[in-house]
């Protein structure tokens, strides 16, 4: 805290030019407190000011500051169509920024964190876009997909309500976006218990996002895994757990891929998968675990393919440890699986995760990059 109030100042009203009034940058209410570094970030307390801190404001602190102060004069016309372009430029970049920090934190289930910066992102896209584009569509969603997993059921259906309704009349908003609206309406309508009409839009978005990435990609089966959360509140758990495995079989190629392809060309993991994409997978894998402790049929094949999809995550992170325990698990449950075309790649994959363990305590050093490490916050 102590901290904090070193980044906040008072407001002296006296200094404000004639007429204008600074507004809180998360609930929009009189500020009196100012973030000293950009000078240009106004909180109504500094309960507000920590808040958006945490949840955006420390990323894009210094590029507001050109966004948020007065425009310089320019004579001529080149100038200031030069100036115009760097800004919308500046405003672009901050939409991207703003809406993957939401995006990742939202895949951690800090909704909270996430919310100051998908504010941001759609004050941004108003902005660059107007009040009525489609490209402001993804900030609406991912306000609502935050909204309902605060609880906040009433503002969620406010946000889906302006996002289905620029979508309906833009004939060009993309499947991509109509996929994940689809799936957030289904989210609304699970919060609300209303199965039915959950898997209805649930059903439109696995279509919407096959039509976009294809039946075997990642981004399809989320759609595929908040079905079978319905099937199983619904205690239809036979269909239920085939989309589960079906879910496991979808990151277990996928990652398997990442891992080929990181080990034949030593492409840094990063660069083959990205961090929304990482905090997604562990994500899914893990409520994967969940599900199958819940339910009372064993599915050996299913732990199976969870189990060395983790491993092969925990070997691109560098924890080759957990990386065996997670493969040995994947192993022992693949073995009581009849004629299991796994055995063979997890008995490779552990042999691989031995060898690498061996290097490194050979040599003191790892071999592995460590793509799982965030920066301290």
């Not at 703003?98 to 504010?119: D, F, I, N, Y």
């Not at 660069?271 to 990482?278: H, P, S, V």
């Not at 491993?311 to 560098?318: D, E, I």
């Not at 790649?345 to 050979?362: T, Y």
């Amino acid at each position: 805290m102590v901290k904090m109030m070193k980044m906040a100042m008072m407001i002296n009203p006296l200094a404000l030019p004639k007429g204008q009034h600074k507004l809180c940058e998360l609930c929009q209410k009189p500020a009196h407190v100012q973030c000293t570094k950009c000078r240009v970030t106004f909180y109504c307390n500094a309960s507000h000011q920590q808040a958006d801190w945490v949840g955006i404001h420390q990323k894009v602190c210094q590029l507001l500051v050109p966004l948020r102060t007065a425009v310089p004069f320019h004579a001529l016309q080149v100038d200031r169509d030069h100036h115009s372009a760097q800004i919308r430029q500046r405003k672009e970049q901050l939409i991207e920024i703003s809406r993957a920090t939401a995006q990742r934190k939202l895949l951690e289930g800090l909704h909270m964190e996430a919310l100051p910066a998908a504010q941001l992102c759609l004050r941004s896209a108003r902005e660059v876009f107007g009040c009525s584009a489609v490209e402001l569509v993804p900030a609406y969603l991912l306000l609502a997909e935050i909204n309902i997993g605060l609880a906040y059921v009433a503002e969620a259906k406010e946000y889906l309500t302006q996002a289905e309704w620029t979508a309906l009349r833009s004939p060009g908003c993309s499947r991509a976006v109509r996929h994940q609206l689809q799936r957030n309406l289904g989210r609304l309508y699970i919060a609300e218990e209303n199965l039915e009409w959950a898997l209805f839009h649930l059903a439109n978005d696995v279509y919407y996002a096959t039509e976009e990435f294809g039946l075997d990609s990642p981004k399809t089966c989320g759609g595929y895994l908040l079905m079978a959360n319905v099937f199983f509140i619904q205690e239809k758990t036979d269909i239920a757990m085939s989309l589960y495995t079906k879910v496991a079989s979808t990151w277990h190629d996928h990652l398997s891929e990442v891992l080929e392809s990181h080990v034949h060309s030593s492409a840094a993991v990063e660069d083959l998968l990205d961090e929304i994409r990482w905090v997604e997978a562990e994500g899914t894998l893990h409520s994967l675990l969940e599900a199958q402790r819940q339910s009372t049929q064993e599915q050996p094949y299913l732990l199976a393919l969870v189990s060395h999809a983790l491993a092969v995550l925990c070997l691109l992170a560098g924890d080759l440890a957990q990386a065996l325990e997670f493969g040995r698990k994947a192993l022992s449950n693949s073995q009581l699986v009849p004629d299991c075309s796994l055995v063979e790649p997890i008995q490779g994959f552990l042999q691989l995760a031995e060898q690498r363990l061996g290097e490194r305590d050979g040599s003191g050093a790892g071999v592995i990059t460590d793509a799982g490490d965030e920066p301290s916050q």
